[in-house]
């Protein structure tokens, strides 16, 4: 069964950075491209960024563009969500989440195109 674990939130000072890893399981990584999204209290779950099959192609919310990068290690299995100058607006769980594709140089973040998702790993930035 496929599975996805994130792991790397905490609390940070605005400003700040965090780094967050994705480790997948049960499915071949490099068969699928890799969506970040998060979720704040009271507000639905959104796409910050995803990275194609071939690592080649990513794509960021207007929201994080300049200040997150996502990538991706298929020989670990793992995906990483590196996040900078962080504000407190980017306060929200934050999750991970695989879609298999026939493409290998493209990506989407729309939330309906995943099917299987971690159980995602809380990020606080505050003073």
């Known amino acids: 069964q496929l599975q996805l674990v994130e792991s790397g939130g905490g609390l940070v000072q605005p400003g700040g950075s965090l780094r967050l890893s994705c480790a997948v399981s049960g499915f071949t990584l490099d068969y699928y491209y890799i969506g970040w999204f998060r979720q704040a209290p009271g507000k639905e779950r959104e796409g910050v960024a995803c990275?194609?099959?071939?690592?080649?192609?990513?794509n960021y919310a207007d929201s994080v563009k300049g200040r997150f990068t996502i990538s991706r290690d298929n020989a670990k299995n793992t995906v990483y969500l590196q996040m900078n100058g962080l504000k407190p607006e980017d306060t929200a769980v934050y999750y991970c989440?695989?879609?298999?594709?026939?493409?290998?140089?493209?990506?989407?973040?729309?939330?309906?195109?995943?099917?299987?998702w971690g159980q995602g790993t809380q990020v606080t930035v505050s003073t």
């Open positions: 990275i194609s099959r071939s690592g080649g192609t990513t």
């Open positions: 989440a695989a879609r298999f594709s026939i493409g290998t140089s493209w990506c989407t973040f729309l939330p309906a195109d995943f099917r299987s």
